[in-house]
């Protein structure tokens, strides 16, 4: 049974950082691509982050956010710096064969971690 599960939200300042983690089990870690998606409220999910050998970031987070990863503890990480109030949001981690932006291309998903930017 594929499990990935989130931890590492919270609430932080604007100008903050938190590192999310994603830890995963049931699953070929290393053959997967892994990614963050978020989910503000009244919005739909939108991509954040996503990584195989190379990674992508939506343009809302790039030079902010990195994404990394770690095939030994088979867990995904979400480093995210200078953090503003419109990075509120649940944070999902989600698993798939392709890294791609699109969330119907994860079958894997996690539970969700709620990371709050107070200003």
């Known amino acids: 049974q594929v499990q990935l599960v989130e931890s590492g939200g919270g609430l932080v300042q604007a100008g903050g950082s938190l590192r999310l983690s994603c830890a995963t089990s049931?699953?070929?870690?290393?053959?997967?691509?892994l990614g963050w998606f978020r989910q503000a409220p009244g919005k739909e999910r939108e991509f954040v982050a996503a990584?195989?050998?190379?990674?992508q970031y939506a343009d809302s987070v790039k030079g902010r956010f990195t994404i990394s990863r770690d095939n030994d503890k088979a867990t995904v990480y979400l480093q995210m710096n200078s953090l503003k109030p419109e990075d509120t949001a649940v944070y999902y981690c989600?698993?798939?064969?392709?890294?791609?932006?699109?969330?119907?291309?994860?079958?894997?998903w996690g539970q969700g971690t709620q990371v709050t930017v107070s200003s």
């Open positions: 989600a698993a798939g064969p392709y890294l791609v932006t699109d969330e119907t291309g994860y079958d894997n």
């Open positions: 990584i195989t050998w190379r990674s």
């Open positions: 049931g699953l070929i870690f290393s053959s997967y691509a």
